[in-house]
């Protein structure tokens, strides 16, 4: 069984940063593909990022491009989401996402 533990999270003005965990647990995710998602209140959860079992490929929703970066620690087993240039649109709260598994989320609150 696959578990997923989000965090990082917080409150940060414009143009702040923030680095977002996800520690999985019962997968090597090195063999997975891993992916962000977002949910913003009244809107639908969207796609953000996503890091390919190879490590080698990722890929972006149009609205973060340039600004977030996935990456992974194979050792720490974790998946990571940097997140640059923030804006309040980008206020949401995140979640990671394996399959037919998610974590729990992290509030991500961007102030302008």
């Known amino acids: 069984q696959v578990q997923l533990v989000e965090s990082g999270g917080g409150l940060v003005q414009a143009g702040g940063s923030l680095r977002l965990s996800c520690a999985v647990s019962?997968?090597?995710?090195?063999?997975?593909?891993m992916r962000w998602f977002r949910q913003a209140p009244g809107n639908e959860r969207e796609f953000v990022a996503v890091i390919r079992w190879s490590g080698s490929d990722t890929y972006y929703a149009d609205s973060v491009k340039g600004r977030f970066t996935i990456s992974r620690d194979s050792a720490k087993n974790t998946v990571y989401l940097q997140m640059n240039n923030l804006k309040p649109e980008d206020t949401a709260i995140y979640y990671c996402?394996?399959?037919?598994?998610w974590g729990q989320g992290t509030q991500v609150t961007v102030s302008s």
């Open positions: 019962g997968r090597t995710i090195s063999t997975i593909d």
């Open positions: 996402q394996n399959g037919q598994n």
